[in-house]
């Protein structure tokens, strides 16, 4: 019979230490003198160590994969740690001759224990500052939202900024809200509500005084400010332009911005994350996060893509040149720059014109802010770089920029640079990626998230180019998944069956949305493990788990291998259960 990959509930509550198999144990590790003594033994496990080949360019296991007829099996049932690194992975009688007098043994009780999770797009300060701000993901409507500040603002003292984030610029491009309600709630604390994607902005009046900006200021090349009939500004930004009430924001004093970070790291590990890729690092990011590496208090790896916007920051850095280390909590030899804006916002650079916007193609390169010679300078300088890049044009000038690059400077293709999103790809340019050597960083559950809008965006034939996965890899491009949260639900489980399924939380649409684009379970799971750590230059270090590597373990409830191909919408079911970084159990449910 067919294992249902489920992991008992009974079992959740008994990972514990292994008493009953003490006695078996010593005498097990009398018989094998000579062996490293384990620090940490996991046993009862269904391992799956991704110690086999890619699946090919269709998602079909390779031939060494521990696949059969029947479906996928785990290769190992036990791990022994020791140090930060696995000592050993196999049978538990092997295992267990590791262990020692101080040797702590759980029994996970059939649980599956993967290669530490990645996600290699993430916003973890923003995510950090978020679970302490509003709150308006999955708000429907403006006065919903209204609501939610008005409520904050009762119990925040008078001229205090409020800040609130998640509103969905897509979801509500085309009734965008503007100053007006939010001002009568609101008058007395300036408000800033950034957009789940953070490409579009809303403020209240309090916010724009505070800032100085009036129906005279200055818009950002790339960016959009909304008028009133009269001129005056409405409160709502987009594309670049949201960065005008930025330098009027208070900064937050260094110890709110370590503990804010620090609580985002910790929500990721809580989440079975073992590293994130910070993308777009700015200089009070950076401050952050070095300050919690002198104190030791970064939870799980945090590798930095140093934010092109932030010049001073970035001529500092190319004067230093890029971490040579991988070892390290906090490794920094990336850089992030943006090219377009987003698709729902209709900043997206695309060859032809919006379907639903005749005339209009976003925006991209010096008009988005680009800064070419910085980018280059980067380059030159051994750093990596990852380019936002949305739309079919946005994308098309990317991959010009770096084959212009690497013939200039051929060194440079070594680097494994990135586009982040890759949203829509012209087929003309599919091939490109591998090509290149370009890495495209990309978001599952952008496509089921976007899906209500974005064939209005694209039309019936481009949008066959957009959040497409499988042409991707059918054209040998490698692949890094990630949420780029906070924007996205950074949940692993929904991640891997919006990666499988095409289908969102609610299990629409019937039979998934474009589903000739949807991976594999093992394509989807290698996309944030082992993919995800070649595009940090880990590969030789994590997401593989075999004696050697960093243990860096996600144990889950559920076996997402079995689960995707018998009963795919209960991958949405499953939780957590520990995430190991280092050696150490940084997060247990209990």
């Known amino acids: ?38 620090d940490l033994i996991l046993v009862n496990a269904r391992v799956y160590s991704l110690d086999w080949n890619d699946p090919d360019a269709e998602g079909r296991p390779a031939l060494d994969a521990p696949y059969a007829a029947d479906g996928w099996m785990p290769d190992a049932e036990a791990i022994a740690i020791d140090d930060g690194v696995i000592l050993n992975v196999g049978s538990a009688k092997d295992v267990l001759a590791h262990q ?36 308006l993901t999955d708000i429907a409507t403006e006065e919903e939202a209204v609501a939610l500040v008005a409520k904050r603002a009762r119990t925040t003292p008078k001229g205090e900024w409020i800040i609130g984030a998640g509103w969905d610029e897509g979801a509500w491009a085309n009734n965008y809200p503007d100053k007006t309600l939010l001002s009568a709630a609101v008058p007395d604390h300036p408000v800033i509500l950034r957009s789940l994607h953070g490409f579009a902005l809303w403020a209240n009046q309090a916010a724009l005084d505070a800032a100085g900006i009036t129906g005279d200021s200055t818009i950002p090349e ?16 987009l594309n670049r332009a949201t960065t005008m009430l930025d330098a009027a924001i208070p900064l937050a004093p260094l110890e709110t911005r370590k503990r804010q970070t620090r609580t985002g790291l910790m929500q990721m590990a809580r989440d079975g994350y073992v590293t994130v890729h910070e993308a777009g690092a700015d200089s009070h990011s950076m401050e952050a996060f070095e300050g919690l590496e002198a104190e030791g208090h970064l939870p799980i790896r945090v590798y930095a893509m140093l934010s092109l916007r932030d010049e001073p920051l970035m001529r500092e850095w190319i004067a230093r040149g890029p971490d040579t280390d991988a070892d390290s909590m906090l490794v920094t030899r990336s850089v992030k720059a943006y090219y377009d804006g987003a698709l729902g916002s209709r900043g997206a650079r695309l060859i032809d014109e919006y379907s639903d916007m005749p005339g209009h193609y976003g925006v991209s390169g010096s008009g988005y802010g680009f800064d070419r010679a910085l980018t280059e300078a980067a380059m030159r300088a051994s750093f990596q770089t990852g380019i936002h890049a949305i739309g079919d044009a946005g994308n098309r000038e990317v991959l010009d920029i770096f084959a212009e690059k690497f013939a200039q400077y051929p060194q440079a293709q070594a680097n494994r640079h990135r586009i982040e999103h890759a949203q829509v790809i012209s087929p ?36 066959r180019g957009a959040y497409a996965w499988r042409t991707l890899r059918r054209n040998n491009a490698r692949l890094t998944f990630n949420a780029d949260n906070p924007g996205s639900d950074h949940n692993i489980f929904y991640g891997l069956h919006a990666a499988v399924t095409r289908r969102d939380k609610a299990l629409d649409p019937n039979g998934g949305w474009y589903p000739d684009e949807t991976v594999s379970i093992e394509e989807a799971i290698r996309a944030y493990t082992i993919w995800s750590a070649y595009a940090a230059f880990r590969e030789d270090k994590t997401g593989i788990i075999v004696p050697g590597r960093w243990a860096d373990l996600t144990v889950i409830d559920i076996d997402p291998f079995v689960v995707a191909e018998t009963a ?13 970084v280092n050696g150490q159990i940084i997060f247990e449910r209990q």
Do not use: Y
């Open 1 to 38: 019979m067919r294992k249902t990959g489920l992991f008992p509930k009974a079992a959740a509550l008994a990972i514990a230490s292994c008493t009953l198999l003490l006695s078996a144990c010593a005498q097990t590790s009398i018989q094998h003198q000579g062996l490293a003594e384990a």
């Open 100 to 135: 020692g007098s101080a040797t702590r043994i759980i029994d996970l009780g059939g649980a599956t224990v993967l290669p530490g999770l990645v996600d290699s797009h993430t916003h973890v300060v923003e995510l950090g500052a978020k679970l302490d701000a509003v709150d």
């Open 222 to 237: 790339g960016g959009e400010m909304r008028r009133n009939a009269d001129g005056t500004p409405s409160g709502l930004f």
């Open 428 to 463: 003309q340019d599919m091939a490109r990626f591998a090509e290149l050597g370009i890495v495209a960083s990309m978001e599952p559950p952008h496509a089921v998230e976007d899906k209500t809008w974005a064939e209005d965006r694209l039309g019936p034939v481009r949008i």
């Open 568 to 580: 795919p919408e209960r991958l949405l079911g499953g939780k957590v259960m520990m995430t190991i």
